[in-house]
Protein backbone atom coordinates (compact mmCIF):
# COMPACT_ATOMS: atom_id res chain seq x y z
CA UNK A 1 0.00 0.00 0.00
CA UNK A 2 2.98 2.61 1.11
CA UNK A 3 4.29 2.05 -1.98
CA UNK A 4 1.19 1.94 -4.31
CA UNK A 5 0.82 5.68 -2.57
CA UNK A 6 4.44 6.80 -3.39
CA UNK A 7 4.10 5.71 -6.82
CA UNK A 8 1.22 7.87 -7.03
CA UNK A 9 2.69 10.76 -5.85
CA UNK A 10 6.11 10.64 -7.88
CA UNK A 11 3.24 9.83 -10.99
CA UNK A 12 1.21 13.39 -9.69
CA UNK A 13 4.99 14.90 -9.34
CA UNK A 14 6.13 13.81 -12.92
CA UNK A 15 3.08 14.93 -14.28
CA UNK A 16 3.54 18.29 -12.61
CA UNK A 17 6.60 19.17 -13.64
CA UNK A 18 5.87 17.97 -17.20
CA UNK A 19 2.42 19.83 -17.45
CA UNK A 20 3.93 22.75 -16.29
CA UNK A 21 7.17 23.21 -18.59
CA UNK A 22 4.70 22.32 -21.36
CA UNK A 23 2.65 25.26 -20.33
CA UNK A 24 6.01 27.20 -20.17
CA UNK A 25 7.40 25.75 -23.69
CA UNK A 26 3.80 27.48 -25.04
CA UNK A 27 3.43 30.34 -23.23
CA UNK A 28 7.71 31.43 -24.37
CA UNK A 29 6.88 30.09 -28.02
CA UNK A 30 3.56 32.77 -27.97
CA UNK A 31 6.23 35.59 -26.65
CA UNK A 32 8.17 35.17 -29.15
CA UNK A 33 5.71 34.99 -31.99
CA UNK A 34 3.28 37.33 -30.51
CA UNK A 35 5.34 40.70 -29.00
CA UNK A 36 2.39 42.28 -30.82
CA UNK A 37 2.74 45.79 -28.50
CA UNK A 38 6.29 45.68 -27.35
CA UNK A 39 8.13 48.93 -28.83
CA UNK A 40 11.24 47.27 -30.42
CA UNK A 41 11.55 49.66 -33.20
CA UNK A 42 14.36 51.89 -31.72
CA UNK A 43 16.35 54.45 -33.36
CA UNK A 44 19.05 56.95 -32.39
CA UNK A 45 18.17 60.60 -33.33
CA UNK A 46 20.79 62.18 -31.56
CA UNK A 47 23.99 60.98 -30.63
CA UNK A 48 27.73 62.39 -29.40
CA UNK A 49 30.21 61.97 -26.51
CA UNK A 50 28.70 63.96 -24.34
CA UNK A 51 24.83 62.01 -24.87
CA UNK A 52 22.15 60.56 -27.24
CA UNK A 53 18.58 60.16 -27.49
CA UNK A 54 16.96 57.70 -29.01
CA UNK A 55 13.29 57.08 -29.59
CA UNK A 56 10.84 53.90 -29.45
CA UNK A 57 8.54 53.49 -32.42
CA UNK A 58 5.07 51.92 -32.79
CA UNK A 59 5.12 48.10 -34.41
CA UNK A 60 1.87 48.71 -35.83
CA UNK A 61 -0.53 51.57 -34.78
CA UNK A 62 -3.59 50.29 -36.97
CA UNK A 63 -4.69 49.31 -33.13
CA UNK A 64 -4.45 53.74 -31.88
CA UNK A 65 -6.53 55.85 -32.17
CA UNK A 66 -4.10 58.11 -31.80
CA UNK A 67 0.18 57.70 -31.98
CA UNK A 68 2.69 58.30 -29.25
CA UNK A 69 6.60 57.76 -29.42
CA UNK A 70 8.57 57.30 -26.55
CA UNK A 71 11.70 59.00 -26.28
CA UNK A 72 15.01 58.03 -24.01
CA UNK A 73 17.47 60.90 -23.43
CA UNK A 74 21.05 60.24 -21.55
CA UNK A 75 23.06 63.67 -20.94
CA UNK A 76 26.82 63.06 -19.00
CA UNK A 77 28.19 65.00 -16.60
CA UNK A 78 28.18 68.76 -17.20
CA UNK A 79 26.59 68.44 -20.40
CA UNK A 80 23.77 70.84 -22.60
CA UNK A 81 21.20 69.68 -24.85
CA UNK A 82 21.16 72.89 -27.01
CA UNK A 83 18.06 75.22 -27.47
CA UNK A 84 15.58 73.59 -30.00
CA UNK A 85 12.04 73.51 -30.93
CA UNK A 86 10.07 70.65 -31.86
CA UNK A 87 7.29 70.19 -33.99
CA UNK A 88 5.69 67.85 -31.14
CA UNK A 89 4.22 68.49 -27.96
CA UNK A 90 7.12 67.01 -25.28
CA UNK A 91 6.71 65.63 -21.66
CA UNK A 92 9.50 65.25 -20.30
CA UNK A 93 10.09 62.73 -16.79
CA UNK A 94 13.24 63.08 -14.78
CA UNK A 95 13.96 59.00 -14.62
CA UNK A 96 17.56 59.78 -12.23
CA UNK A 97 19.79 63.30 -12.30
CA UNK A 98 19.22 67.28 -11.65
CA UNK A 99 18.89 68.88 -14.70
CA UNK A 100 17.88 72.39 -15.82
CA UNK A 101 15.34 73.21 -17.92
CA UNK A 102 15.45 76.38 -19.74
CA UNK A 103 12.53 77.54 -22.11
CA UNK A 104 10.90 81.18 -23.56
CA UNK A 105 7.25 81.61 -21.87
CA UNK A 106 5.98 84.92 -23.76
CA UNK A 107 9.07 86.73 -23.86
CA UNK A 108 10.35 85.62 -20.46
CA UNK A 109 13.48 83.22 -20.02
CA UNK A 110 12.28 80.51 -17.35
CA UNK A 111 14.26 78.17 -15.79
CA UNK A 112 12.97 75.16 -13.66
CA UNK A 113 15.85 72.85 -11.57
CA UNK A 114 14.19 69.44 -12.31
CA UNK A 115 15.24 66.34 -9.78
CA UNK A 116 14.41 62.62 -10.29
CA UNK A 117 10.34 61.85 -10.47
CA UNK A 118 9.63 65.45 -11.51
CA UNK A 119 7.16 65.72 -14.65
CA UNK A 120 7.73 68.98 -17.32
CA UNK A 121 5.36 70.10 -20.34
CA UNK A 122 7.15 71.55 -23.22
CA UNK A 123 4.53 72.67 -26.23
CA UNK A 124 5.55 71.98 -29.87
CA UNK A 125 7.44 74.98 -30.91
CA UNK A 126 8.56 76.53 -27.97
CA UNK A 127 12.15 77.08 -27.51
CA UNK A 128 14.10 75.34 -24.75
CA UNK A 129 17.32 73.64 -23.73
CA UNK A 130 18.26 70.98 -21.45
CA UNK A 131 20.86 70.97 -19.05
CA UNK A 132 22.64 67.87 -16.88
CA UNK A 133 24.06 70.43 -14.16
CA UNK A 134 25.01 67.15 -11.48
CA UNK A 135 28.89 66.79 -12.18
CA UNK A 136 29.22 63.30 -11.12
CA UNK A 137 25.94 62.06 -12.58
CA UNK A 138 24.07 61.21 -16.00
CA UNK A 139 20.83 62.26 -16.56
CA UNK A 140 18.38 60.10 -17.54
CA UNK A 141 14.84 61.34 -18.85
CA UNK A 142 11.78 59.79 -20.38
CA UNK A 143 9.65 61.79 -22.79
CA UNK A 144 6.29 61.31 -24.53
CA UNK A 145 6.71 62.47 -28.19
CA UNK A 146 3.00 63.92 -28.93
CA UNK A 147 2.44 63.23 -33.37
CA UNK A 148 -0.29 65.22 -33.51
CA UNK A 149 1.16 68.45 -34.35
CA UNK A 150 4.23 66.73 -36.14
CA UNK A 151 5.48 68.85 -39.74
CA UNK A 152 5.78 67.04 -43.17
CA UNK A 153 5.53 63.13 -43.81
CA UNK A 154 8.74 62.41 -41.65
CA UNK A 155 8.49 58.98 -39.44
CA UNK A 156 9.34 61.05 -36.09
CA UNK A 157 9.09 63.89 -34.80
CA UNK A 158 11.67 67.00 -35.67
CA UNK A 159 13.95 69.55 -34.08
CA UNK A 160 14.82 72.97 -35.96
CA UNK A 161 17.38 74.33 -33.75
CA UNK A 162 17.98 77.40 -32.81
CA UNK A 163 22.00 77.16 -31.81
CA UNK A 164 24.12 75.19 -34.01
CA UNK A 165 27.16 75.67 -36.38
CA UNK A 166 27.92 73.87 -39.79
CA UNK A 167 25.55 71.25 -40.71
CA UNK A 168 26.01 69.13 -37.10
CA UNK A 169 23.34 71.02 -36.52
CA UNK A 170 22.55 73.42 -38.19
CA UNK A 171 21.14 76.43 -37.14
CA UNK A 172 17.40 77.54 -38.41
CA UNK A 173 18.65 80.96 -39.55
CA UNK A 174 21.73 79.15 -41.49
CA UNK A 175 19.72 79.28 -44.79
CA UNK A 176 18.90 82.86 -44.92
CA UNK A 177 20.88 84.60 -47.60
CA UNK A 178 23.85 86.95 -46.27
CA UNK A 179 22.24 90.55 -46.80
CA UNK A 180 19.43 89.44 -44.85
CA UNK A 181 21.69 88.46 -42.28
CA UNK A 182 23.69 91.39 -42.58
CA UNK A 183 20.47 93.23 -41.78
CA UNK A 184 18.80 91.33 -39.27
CA UNK A 185 21.73 91.24 -37.31
CA UNK A 186 23.27 94.72 -37.87
CA UNK A 187 26.52 92.59 -38.15
CA UNK A 188 28.94 92.54 -41.08
CA UNK A 189 29.67 89.16 -43.17
CA UNK A 190 32.67 88.42 -41.53
CA UNK A 191 30.68 87.78 -38.63
CA UNK A 192 28.09 86.26 -39.46
CA UNK A 193 30.64 83.85 -41.13
CA UNK A 194 32.05 83.10 -37.65
CA UNK A 195 28.82 82.58 -36.20
CA UNK A 196 27.08 79.91 -38.68
CA UNK A 197 29.90 78.27 -39.84
CA UNK A 198 31.60 77.13 -36.87
CA UNK A 199 31.90 73.77 -36.13
CA UNK A 200 29.59 71.73 -32.94
CA UNK A 201 29.80 68.65 -31.58
CA UNK A 202 26.43 67.75 -32.36
CA UNK A 203 22.74 68.98 -30.66
CA UNK A 204 24.44 67.67 -27.01
CA UNK A 205 27.67 69.13 -25.86
CA UNK A 206 29.84 69.24 -23.08
CA UNK A 207 30.08 72.99 -21.31
CA UNK A 208 32.74 72.05 -19.25
CA UNK A 209 35.70 73.53 -20.46
CA UNK A 210 37.89 70.92 -19.72
CA UNK A 211 36.46 68.49 -22.17
CA UNK A 212 34.84 70.91 -24.73
CA UNK A 213 35.78 74.80 -24.17
CA UNK A 214 32.69 76.44 -26.34
CA UNK A 215 30.41 79.50 -26.33
CA UNK A 216 27.54 77.59 -24.63
CA UNK A 217 29.30 77.16 -21.25
CA UNK A 218 29.42 81.25 -21.48
CA UNK A 219 25.89 80.99 -22.14
CA UNK A 220 25.04 79.47 -18.89
CA UNK A 221 26.96 81.54 -16.98
CA UNK A 222 25.12 84.96 -18.01
CA UNK A 223 22.10 86.79 -16.44
CA UNK A 224 18.62 85.90 -17.71
CA UNK A 225 17.96 88.98 -19.81
CA UNK A 226 21.66 88.42 -21.62
CA UNK A 227 20.23 84.69 -22.00
CA UNK A 228 17.20 85.89 -23.77
CA UNK A 229 19.21 88.46 -25.77
CA UNK A 230 21.48 85.74 -27.15
CA UNK A 231 18.30 83.04 -27.96
CA UNK A 232 16.90 86.42 -30.11
CA UNK A 233 19.90 87.09 -31.46
CA UNK A 234 22.47 84.20 -31.51
CA UNK A 235 25.31 87.02 -32.64
CA UNK A 236 28.20 84.86 -30.53
CA UNK A 237 31.31 86.80 -31.46
CA UNK A 238 32.91 90.52 -32.08
CA UNK A 239 35.01 92.05 -34.79
CA UNK A 240 38.62 92.58 -34.17
CA UNK A 241 38.89 96.38 -35.15
CA UNK A 242 37.52 99.19 -32.80
CA UNK A 243 34.81 100.47 -35.36
CA UNK A 244 32.95 97.02 -35.40
CA UNK A 245 33.76 96.37 -31.75
CA UNK A 246 31.30 100.15 -31.23
CA UNK A 247 28.29 98.30 -32.65
CA UNK A 248 28.30 94.55 -32.45
CA UNK A 249 26.94 92.72 -29.78
CA UNK A 250 30.09 90.91 -28.22
CA UNK A 251 30.54 88.23 -25.72
CA UNK A 252 33.12 90.23 -24.16
CA UNK A 253 30.88 93.13 -23.32
CA UNK A 254 28.58 90.57 -21.62
CA UNK A 255 30.81 89.14 -19.46
CA UNK A 256 31.75 92.31 -17.79
CA UNK A 257 28.16 92.29 -16.54
CA UNK A 258 28.35 89.12 -14.91
CA UNK A 259 32.40 89.14 -13.71
CA UNK A 260 32.45 89.38 -9.74
CA UNK A 261 28.99 88.50 -9.67
CA UNK A 262 27.92 85.41 -7.50
CA UNK A 263 25.94 83.11 -9.84
CA UNK A 264 22.47 82.57 -7.96
CA UNK A 265 20.39 79.41 -7.88
CA UNK A 266 17.18 79.32 -9.53
CA UNK A 267 14.60 80.86 -6.66
CA UNK A 268 11.07 80.27 -6.47
CA UNK A 269 10.34 84.26 -6.83
CA UNK A 270 12.13 84.39 -10.16
CA UNK A 271 9.59 82.94 -11.72
CA UNK A 272 6.53 84.45 -14.03
CA UNK A 273 3.16 83.16 -14.81
CA UNK A 274 4.96 79.65 -16.13
CA UNK A 275 4.01 76.63 -14.32
CA UNK A 276 6.08 74.85 -12.13
CA UNK A 277 7.27 71.13 -12.78
CA UNK A 278 4.93 68.00 -10.81
CA UNK A 279 6.98 66.01 -9.13
CA UNK A 280 5.33 61.86 -9.71
CA UNK A 281 7.04 60.85 -6.15
CA UNK A 282 6.19 62.86 -4.00
CA UNK A 283 2.29 62.44 -5.18
CA UNK A 284 0.08 60.16 -2.88
CA UNK A 285 -1.03 56.91 -4.56
CA UNK A 286 -4.59 57.02 -5.65
CA UNK A 287 -5.13 53.29 -4.22
CA UNK A 288 -3.08 51.01 -1.80
CA UNK A 289 -3.41 48.06 -0.31
CA UNK A 290 -0.61 45.30 1.44
CA UNK A 291 -0.12 44.11 -2.13
CA UNK A 292 0.92 47.81 -4.09
CA UNK A 293 -0.28 50.84 -5.03
CA UNK A 294 -0.83 53.30 -8.54
CA UNK A 295 -1.19 56.83 -9.12
CA UNK A 296 -2.81 58.44 -11.45
CA UNK A 297 -2.07 62.04 -13.14
CA UNK A 298 -4.86 63.98 -15.27
CA UNK A 299 -4.94 67.79 -16.20
CA UNK A 300 -7.30 68.33 -13.75
CA UNK A 301 -4.01 67.52 -11.09
CA UNK A 302 -1.51 68.96 -13.39
CA UNK A 303 -3.11 71.43 -15.92
CA UNK A 304 -0.11 71.84 -18.39
CA UNK A 305 -0.82 68.15 -19.46
CA UNK A 306 -3.79 69.63 -21.18
CA UNK A 307 -1.64 71.16 -23.97
CA UNK A 308 -0.86 67.69 -25.59
CA UNK A 309 -3.59 66.22 -23.86
CA UNK A 310 -1.69 63.34 -22.22
CA UNK A 311 -2.11 61.54 -18.96
CA UNK A 312 0.87 60.13 -16.51
CA UNK A 313 0.60 57.07 -14.49
CA UNK A 314 3.07 55.22 -12.20
CA UNK A 315 2.66 51.58 -10.64
CA UNK A 316 4.51 49.49 -8.17
CA UNK A 317 3.25 45.74 -7.93
CA UNK A 318 4.56 44.02 -4.48
CA UNK A 319 6.85 40.58 -5.30
CA UNK A 320 3.82 37.92 -6.13
CA UNK A 321 1.41 40.65 -6.74
CA UNK A 322 -1.08 41.42 -10.15
CA UNK A 323 -2.76 44.29 -11.31
CA UNK A 324 -6.67 42.89 -11.58
CA UNK A 325 -7.50 42.49 -15.55
CA UNK A 326 -9.30 45.87 -16.24
CA UNK A 327 -9.72 47.71 -19.96
CA UNK A 328 -9.15 51.43 -20.47
CA UNK A 329 -11.78 53.14 -21.75
CA UNK A 330 -10.54 56.33 -22.74
CA UNK A 331 -6.84 56.14 -23.77
CA UNK A 332 -4.52 54.10 -24.96
CA UNK A 333 -1.25 53.28 -22.67
CA UNK A 334 2.39 53.27 -23.32
CA UNK A 335 4.60 51.84 -20.77
CA UNK A 336 8.20 51.76 -19.69
CA UNK A 337 9.11 49.21 -17.11
CA UNK A 338 11.29 51.29 -14.59
CA UNK A 339 12.23 48.30 -11.72
CA UNK A 340 11.83 44.46 -11.68
CA UNK A 341 10.64 41.67 -13.81
CA UNK A 342 7.17 40.65 -14.51
CA UNK A 343 4.41 39.60 -17.14
CA UNK A 344 1.85 41.31 -19.15
CA UNK A 345 -1.08 39.77 -20.56
CA UNK A 346 -3.43 41.24 -23.25
CA UNK A 347 -6.38 40.38 -25.11
CA UNK A 348 -8.54 41.40 -28.25
CA UNK A 349 -11.41 42.71 -27.81
CA UNK A 350 -13.19 39.83 -28.21
CA UNK A 351 -11.48 37.74 -25.62
CA UNK A 352 -8.76 36.25 -27.65
CA UNK A 353 -4.86 36.37 -26.80
CA UNK A 354 -3.04 39.34 -28.07
CA UNK A 355 0.16 39.13 -26.54
CA UNK A 356 1.20 37.06 -23.19
CA UNK A 357 5.44 37.86 -22.50
CA UNK A 358 7.47 38.28 -19.66
CA UNK A 359 8.71 42.36 -18.87
CA UNK A 360 11.87 43.04 -17.46
CA UNK A 361 13.50 46.97 -16.75
CA UNK A 362 13.90 48.73 -19.93
CA UNK A 363 11.03 46.62 -22.04
CA UNK A 364 8.42 49.42 -23.32
CA UNK A 365 4.89 48.28 -24.32
CA UNK A 366 1.45 49.82 -25.49
CA UNK A 367 -1.85 49.09 -24.71
CA UNK A 368 -4.29 50.15 -27.11
CA UNK A 369 -7.70 51.58 -25.95
CA UNK A 370 -10.37 48.87 -25.27
CA UNK A 371 -7.97 45.98 -25.16
CA UNK A 372 -8.23 43.81 -21.63
CA UNK A 373 -4.97 43.78 -19.94
CA UNK A 374 -3.16 43.04 -16.66
CA UNK A 375 0.12 43.04 -15.09
CA UNK A 376 1.93 40.53 -12.73
CA UNK A 377 5.08 40.87 -10.74
CA UNK A 378 7.82 38.43 -10.44
CA UNK A 379 7.68 35.91 -7.27
CA UNK A 380 11.36 37.32 -6.41
CA UNK A 381 10.92 41.08 -6.52
CA UNK A 382 8.53 44.15 -6.88
CA UNK A 383 7.38 45.38 -10.76
CA UNK A 384 7.56 49.44 -11.47
CA UNK A 385 6.43 50.73 -14.22
CA UNK A 386 5.62 54.57 -15.37
CA UNK A 387 3.42 55.72 -18.48
CA UNK A 388 1.90 57.77 -20.50
CA UNK A 389 -1.98 57.74 -21.73
CA UNK A 390 -3.25 59.35 -24.48
CA UNK A 391 -6.10 61.40 -22.91
CA UNK A 392 -5.35 63.77 -19.92
CA UNK A 393 -9.27 63.52 -19.25
CA UNK A 394 -9.54 61.03 -15.80
CA UNK A 395 -9.41 57.32 -17.58
CA UNK A 396 -11.67 55.83 -15.03
CA UNK A 397 -10.25 52.27 -15.26
CA UNK A 398 -12.75 49.20 -15.53
CA UNK A 399 -12.13 46.11 -13.69
CA UNK A 400 -12.99 43.31 -14.75
CA UNK A 401 -12.63 41.13 -11.79
CA UNK A 402 -11.27 41.61 -7.64
CA UNK A 403 -13.71 43.72 -5.21
CA UNK A 404 -13.17 46.63 -7.42
CA UNK A 405 -14.79 44.70 -10.42
CA UNK A 406 -17.69 45.91 -12.42
CA UNK A 407 -19.55 42.93 -12.75
CA UNK A 408 -20.19 43.23 -8.90
CA UNK A 409 -21.79 46.52 -10.23
CA UNK A 410 -24.28 45.02 -12.87
CA UNK A 411 -24.26 41.93 -11.04
CA UNK A 412 -27.78 40.42 -11.17
CA UNK A 413 -30.28 37.83 -13.08
CA UNK A 414 -29.30 39.46 -16.28
CA UNK A 415 -25.21 38.74 -15.88
CA UNK A 416 -25.91 35.15 -15.00
CA UNK A 417 -27.87 34.53 -17.73
CA UNK A 418 -25.65 35.77 -20.00
CA UNK A 419 -23.08 32.95 -18.55
CA UNK A 420 -25.62 30.78 -18.71
CA UNK A 421 -25.36 29.83 -14.59
CA UNK A 422 -27.87 30.81 -11.73
CA UNK A 423 -27.80 33.87 -9.98
CA UNK A 424 -26.24 31.90 -6.78
CA UNK A 425 -23.67 30.65 -8.41
CA UNK A 426 -22.40 34.03 -10.27
CA UNK A 427 -22.82 36.07 -6.65
CA UNK A 428 -20.54 33.38 -5.35
CA UNK A 429 -18.48 33.66 -8.19
CA UNK A 430 -17.78 37.32 -8.42
CA UNK A 431 -18.05 37.58 -4.83
CA UNK A 432 -14.96 35.14 -4.35
CA UNK A 433 -12.29 37.62 -4.44
CA UNK A 434 -12.28 40.60 -2.12
CA UNK A 435 -8.91 42.42 -3.05
CA UNK A 436 -9.70 45.28 -5.13
CA UNK A 437 -7.28 45.94 -8.66
CA UNK A 438 -4.45 44.38 -6.91
CA UNK A 439 -3.88 41.29 -5.09
CA UNK A 440 -1.81 38.93 -4.05
CA UNK A 441 -0.59 36.12 -7.33
CA UNK A 442 0.50 32.48 -7.13
CA UNK A 443 0.95 30.25 -9.93
CA UNK A 444 0.19 33.69 -12.37
CA UNK A 445 3.55 35.35 -10.76
CA UNK A 446 6.39 34.21 -13.19
CA UNK A 447 9.88 33.83 -11.46
CA UNK A 448 12.33 36.57 -11.45
CA UNK A 449 15.03 36.83 -13.35
CA UNK A 450 14.73 35.22 -16.47
CA UNK A 451 14.74 31.53 -14.08
CA UNK A 452 13.00 28.53 -15.71
CA UNK A 453 9.65 27.87 -14.82
CA UNK A 454 10.60 23.96 -14.60
CA UNK A 455 13.43 25.09 -11.75
CA UNK A 456 11.04 26.89 -9.62
CA UNK A 457 8.84 24.29 -9.95
CA UNK A 458 11.44 21.89 -8.18
CA UNK A 459 12.10 24.87 -5.59
CA UNK A 460 8.13 24.56 -4.85
CA UNK A 461 8.77 21.02 -4.52
CA UNK A 462 11.39 20.97 -2.07
CA UNK A 463 10.18 24.08 -0.02
CA UNK A 464 6.56 22.61 0.34
CA UNK A 465 6.78 19.17 0.69
CA UNK A 466 4.62 16.73 -1.17
CA UNK A 467 1.48 17.69 0.12
CA UNK A 468 1.31 20.78 -0.81
CA UNK A 469 3.03 20.46 -4.24
CA UNK A 470 0.48 18.49 -5.42
CA UNK A 471 -1.93 20.43 -4.00
CA UNK A 472 -1.10 23.51 -6.25
CA UNK A 473 -0.97 21.48 -8.82
CA UNK A 474 -4.44 19.99 -8.58
CA UNK A 475 -5.72 23.69 -8.24
CA UNK A 476 -3.30 25.10 -11.25
CA UNK A 477 -5.18 22.18 -13.01
CA UNK A 478 -8.76 23.14 -12.14
Not at 244 to 255: A, D, V, Y
Not at 326 to 355: C, D, R, W
Request: net charge negative; charged share 25%.
Amino acid sequence: MAKTITTLLLFLFVGGVTMVMSEHEERSEGSSSSRLFLLQNSKSVVKTDAGEMRVMQNNDDKFLDRSMQIGLINMEPKSLFIPQYLDSNLIIFVGRGIAKLGFIYGDELEERRLKTGDIYVIPAGSVFYLVNIDEGQRLHVICSIDSSTRFGDSDTFQSFYIGGGGDNPQSVLAGFGPAILETAFNESRATLQRIFKKKQDGPIVFIDDSQSPNLWTKFLELKKPEKVQHLKTLVQSQEEDEEEKQKSWSWRKLMKTVLGKENKNIENKDRADSPDSYNLYDRKPDFRNTYGWSSALDGDDYSPLKVPDIGVFHVNLNAGSMMAPHVNPKAAEFTIVLKGYGKIQILFPNGSNAMETEIKVGDIFYIPRYFPFCQIASRNGPLEFFGFTTSSKKNNPQFLAGGASILKIILGPELAASFGVSEETMRDFVGAQHDGVIFSSTWAAPGGGGKKEEDHVLENFETKGVKGFVNDVVMDVF
